[in-house]
């Protein structure tokens, strides 16, 4: 119909949280049904998986409250439907048949594909005791994704939208894209670090471009790594310096550094400042290359100095704008 064009073509036109939207799925309007949650969350904590069901779904559902029940059992099959159908005990036939049914469906998918979570909300829930899946959500270990070749290539289908988990898979280290209109693009390793960091920048009022743990003590003499993030940094259209933060215990900073002006020189689309926060083993063999590079990289180990070098830089380049 026309209509659905209509809304389609806008969709497809728009842009959510400043990425651009590359597909849509139209469904069959749901009518007279109850909307339901049921989840299941791997729980290291409490040592085993953890099965949610409320009665009312919603947006809201999984903050908690008195309408999310849960419990935890043996990441077995039979447990976890057992346990899932328990939960809604209480509630009418039609319910209880769907909470069931969905359970026994839901539950092989999330052990054969070692899911962390596995949640339809809403469920709707019609009078027969039939549901349909309102909405779905999947989360995979990344980590156990060599023994997943169908959920590979699921991901390799979809590159534009699951290119950062090809990025883990295939090169071993975490690229998050924060922002895709950010000023500061970021080179760094640790991810508590890391996050640090991008928590640190967001308080000073600047715009982060990227989260990264380049785990660079498995670098092993290869810049391809430092390349690969560089070449996407380029293609932040905002992005106007690049803050290195290296805290060095396995890494030394003087193999480290002449890796990244390596992939700074290979990188000639990425023409903006970089701002070097190195800190630790090696620090004064990194400072030695850097002034001998001639290449446009600061050095500054204290790390507030270094946010507000990064900050003038930017200043700078809209000044000149």
Known sequence: PEAVESATARILASEIKGRPVHS??????INDAR???LGFILDPGAGGVRVLFAAEGGVDIEDGGDALRSTVTAPDEAAMIAAATELAADQSEAMRAAIGDAAARLVPAFLKHEAMMLEINPLFIQNDGGWVAGDAKM?????ALYRQPEVSKFIDARDPVYWETQAKR?????????DPHGEIGLLTTGAGLSMMLVDELIGAGLKPFNFLDLRSGGLGGDPSRIIRVMNWMADGP??????????????????FTELLLQAFRETPRLTVPVVAR???????????????SGEPITLEPD???????????????????
């Open 170 to 178: 295939d090169y071993g280290f975490d690229y998050v894209e924060i």
């Open 238 to 255: 905002n992005v106007g310096v690049v803050l290195v933060n290296i805290f060095a215990g396995v890494t030394h900073l003087g193999e």
């Open 24 to 29: 849509v799925r139209v469904e069959t309007q």
């Open 303 to 321: 790390l507030a100095k270094a946010i507000a070098l990064a900050a003038r830089h930017l200043k700078r380049g809209a000044a000149s704008c």
């Open 35 to 37: 909307e339901s949650y």
């Open 278 to 292: 190195l800190v630790g083993n090696g620090l004064d063999d990194a400072r030695k290359i850097i002034e001998e």
């Open 139 to 143: 989360v995979i270990d990344e980590n």
